[in-house]
């Protein structure tokens, strides 16, 4: 089993980070996979929705490529902020 553990780091530095990450792999250019980190790519953001003074909410597209024998694989992530 896979575990993460994020101690010494505050959930605001955290949370930017993560809020990073995607835009920052849209922004690679190349085909799918192309903008991975830690194995996992933003091909194309599907959707956008802001709720003023209240969240955002974004859907991507991901692929991951990971070392064989694994075939690559297509993810559909939503993330609530």
Do not use: W
Request: hydrophobic content about 45%.
């Amino acid at each position: 089993a896979r575990r993460s553990v994020h101690e010494g780091i505050g959930f605001d530095k955290f949370k930017r980070a993560m809020m990073r990450e995607l835009p920052q792999a849209l922004d690679v250019q190349g085909g799918p996979g192309a903008g991975a980190v830690r194995g996992i790519a933003a091909d194309r953001r599907l959707e956008r929705f802001d709720v003023p003074d209240k969240a955002k909410l974004e859907v991507y597209e991901l692929s991951a490529a990971f070392p064989g024998p694994v075939t690559p694989r297509d993810f559909v992530a939503m993330v609530i902020s």
